[in-house]
C-alpha cells in the first residue's frame, strides 16, 4: 500500500459509443455498485492477507523471543489466546471472502455480503496486526519490523472502500429490503 496514491480522474467531455459502453445508460447506478462489490471484495481479500500475514510475524516473533530460557509464544497464554482470537475472526472473513467470489463468479447480487466481507475482514486484518504488535512490544512499533507497517495497512482499510460505519449501512439495508421481500412474498 506504500507505493499506491488516490489522484482524480476527469471524464469532461469524455464520448462513449454504444458499442463500447458496459451497460445501457438507465442501468448505470446498478454497474456502479457491482464495480463497488468488486472493490469490497478485493479489500477484504487484501485485509485477509495482511491479517494472515501479522499473525506469522507474531508467531514467528513469540517463538524466537525468550522470557527466562523459554520462548514467550509458549510460555505466556495470554499471547496464545491473543493471536487465537485474532486468528478466529481471519478464519472467519477468508470464509465470508471466498463465499463473495463465488458468489461474484456466478454472477449473483451481492452488495451486503461485499460489504459485511469489507467489515470483517478490515476488523480481522486490524485485530490481528494489534495482536502482533502486543506480541512484539515496543520494537513492534519500529520501522525494523514489518509488523508497524502492517498495522498501517490495517487501519487504512477502516476507510478504503468506504468507511466501517457505510458498510454496517449497506449490510443493514441490504437484511431488511430481505426481510421486507419476504415478508410480502417474494
Known amino acids: 500500500m506504500g507505493g499506491t496514491e488516490a489522484r482524480a480522474v476527469y471524464l469532461d467531455g469524455v464520448r ?33 492477507g495482511i ?10 516473533y513469540g517463538l524466537t523471543r525468550e522470557h ?3 520462548p514467550i509464544a509458549q510460555q505466556f497464554p495470554t499471547i496464545q489466546a491473543l493471536l487465537g482470537s485474532a ?4 478464519l472467519a472473513a477468508d470464509a465470508l471472502v471466498m463465499a ?37 512490544g515496543a520494537y513492534g512499533l519500529t520501522r525494523d519490523m ?3 507497517r502492517l498495522y498501517r495497512e490495517a487501519v487504512f482499510f477502516d476507510v478504503a472502500q468506504g468507511v466501517t460505519e457505510i458498510q454496517q449501512i449497506i449490510v443493514g439495508r441490504e437484511l431488511i429490503s430481505a426481510a421486507k421481500t419476504a415478508a410480502h412474498g417474494g
Open 146 to 148: 514489518v509488523v508497524e
Open 100 to 136: 463473495c467470489a463465488d458468489q461474484m463468479d456466478r454472477r449473483l447480487p451481492i452488495a451486503g455480503e461485499a460489504a459485511a466481507a469489507r467489515l470483517t475482514a478490515s476488523r480481522a486484518a486490524r485485530e490481528a496486526a494489534s495482536a502482533a504488535l502486543h506480541v512484539c
Open 87 to 90: 486468528a478466529a475472526q481471519t
Open 16 to 48: 462513449v459509443s454504444e458499442a463500447q459502453a458496459v451497460g445501457p445508460p438507465e442501468a448505470g447506478f446498478e454497474i456502479m455498485l457491482t464495480g463497488e462489490a468488486f472493490g469490497k471484495v478485493r479489500a477484504a481479500s487484501i485485509c485477509v
Open 68 to 70: 527466562r530460557g523459554s
Open 51 to 60: 491479517a494472515r500475514r501479522a499473525l506469522q510475524e507474531a508467531a514467528d
